[in-house]
């Protein structure tokens, strides 16, 4: 069990360029989400996949971002045409599903948008 | 909509002391969970505790328990023996049993001295 994995660590970007963050969940886990989390602030749901269905998505979700799973094992998180408040931490969890389903995090991606 | 609150920002205890940090939640909802988060600097976030609101007997990992109250829709956790390596942002979070995300609310920074 090596965790959840998230890749890069950092992004540093310049408005209006895209990006693209990685995650590779805990291997056994269906379930994989993906939070945004500001400075101060707790983490806030962005969206959540079961094996390769995208099931929940929040309004946070602008048309501008739009996430993957393909194959059911690891996730993409684009943003296209960033804009400076996009700057945050962004975080992927995994779960296995039942009961209580607890969700383990990674160590997220930092964005910085210029 | 539910809603996590943790009032205390800032909380310090002594090592080897114990401390309590607060969590209130609001929900309309009987299937729910709760769930007690550590995020140290610059780390990942690591799961604490969890407690499911139909089981009445609280929750205990090692050093760690909560007091659900689940009439005053409360959780608080309790950090016994205080040690150096508990310092770190606390958040409490929420999640329902009729959808996968996680509820957080904005954390308490713990500070241990030494």
């Known amino acids: 069990d090596t965790g959840v994995s998230q890749d890069p660590r950092h992004k540093i970007t310049k408005r209006g360029q895209n990006v693209t963050f990685r995650c590779d969940p805990i291997s056994e886990h269906n379930r994989l989400y993906w939070y945004r989390q500001t400075l101060g602030q707790g983490p806030e749901f962005l969206t959540y996949f079961q094996n390769e269905a995208q099931l929940e998505k929040s309004r946070l979700l602008s048309d501008r971002f739009s996430a993957e799973r393909p194959k059911g094992s690891f996730s993409t998180l684009e943003i296209q045409r960033t804009e400076q408040g996009d700057s945050a931490m962004y975080l992927c969890?995994?779960?296995?599903?039942?009961?209580?389903?607890?969700?383990?995090f990674g160590a997220g991606t930092r964005l910085s948008v210029l | 909509a539910q809603t996590v609150t943790q009032s205390q920002p800032e909380m310090s205890v002594q090592e080897a002391e114990t401390v309590t940090l607060s969590c209130t939640y609001d929900t309309s909802e009987s299937d729910y969970y709760l769930f007690w988060y550590k995020q140290p600097p610059s780390r990942q976030m690591i799961l604490v505790i969890r407690?499911?609101?139909?089981?009445?007997q609280n929750a205990t990992e090692n050093r760690f328990s909560v007091n659900f109250q689940k009439a005053a829709k409360s959780f608080s956790l309790k950090i016994s023996d205080s040690q150096l390596g508990d310092a770190a942002m606390y958040f409490c979070a929420y999640r329902s049993g009729a959808t996968n995300k996680l509820i957080f609310g904005t954390g308490t920074l713990l500070a241990v001295q030494p």
């Open positions: 407690q499911e609101a139909y089981k009445q």
């Open positions: 969890a995994s779960s296995l599903g039942g009961s209580p389903d607890s969700q383990y």
